[in-house]
Each structure stands twice: as structure tokens, then as C-alpha cells.
Nanobody, 125 residues
């Protein structure tokens, strides 16, 4: 299994941008579909988006489609979440997660095998 570490969170004004990174240990990173989730205080963990093992396809939640972009660099064992046009409601702890099973549009957290520790994103209005 891989171990995941997120970075890049912080405080940003509404309308601004942030890029999150998630770096994996181990040599099997390219064997995993990678997903991003977020969790706001008092709310359930919410699917943000996912990217296929080779990086050729992505899938996004409607709430972030057109504003967020997921990419990956398998040579660097890293997946990215570029967040543009941030809104106050994007405020949450953001987590990356790895899944070894097939399929891309898998939005249920329990279907993911490994999780990072999360990074806080705060958008000021």
C-alpha cells in the first residue's frame, strides 16, 4: 500500500486559487486511481474528483466542475488539485485517497483504500 501526504492548503480570498499536492510513498503509485475529497465542519466527507491511473481521464463533482482540475505526475508519485475561482463554501479539510479497484466515477469514501491526513483550505468571503 502507498502512504499519502497532502500539502498546499492555506487561507485564500474568494475568487483566488490554490494548488494542493498529494505525494505517495512506494513504487506502486501508478496502480491507483486517485481521488480528492473534502470535509467541512459538521458535514460528511464529500467527493471532489478523481483521476485514472495513467492520468488520461478525470471525473468531478458538479459543485467543482469547471473550477477545479486534477492532474498527476506518476514519475513524481504526486497528484495535484488545482482550485480556481474559490468560493467561501469550498472551505474544508481536503483529503487525497487511493483506490486500487477499477472505475473512475467512484464517489463513496469507503471504496478508497488509503487516505492522507488532510490539509485545511480556508476561503475568506
Amino acid at each position: 500500500q502507498v502512504q499519502l501526504v497532502e500539502s498546499g492548503g492555506g487561507l485564500v480570498q474568494a475568487g483566488g486559487s490554490l494548488r494542493l499536492s498529494c505525494t505517495a510513498s512506494g513504487r506502486t503509485f501508478s496502480s491507483y486511481v486517485m481521488g480528492w475529497f473534502r470535509q467541512a465542519p459538521g458535514k460528511e466527507r464529500e467527493f471532489v474528483g478523481a483521476i485514472t491511473k495513467g492520468g488520461g481521464a478525470t471525473y468531478y463533482a458538479d459543485s467543482v466542475k469547471g473550477r477545479f482540475t486534477i492532474s498527476r505526475d506518476n514519475a513524481k508519485n504526486t497528484v495535484y488539485l488545482q482550485m480556481d475561482s474559490l468560493k467561501f463554501e469550498d472551505t474544508a479539510v481536503y483529503y487525497c485517497a487511493a483506490r486500487s479497484g477499477p472505475g473512475l466515477a467512484v464517489v463513496t469514501p469507503i471504496r478508497y483504500d488509503t487516505w492522507g491526513q488532510g490539509t485545511q483550505v480556508t476561503v475568506s468571503s
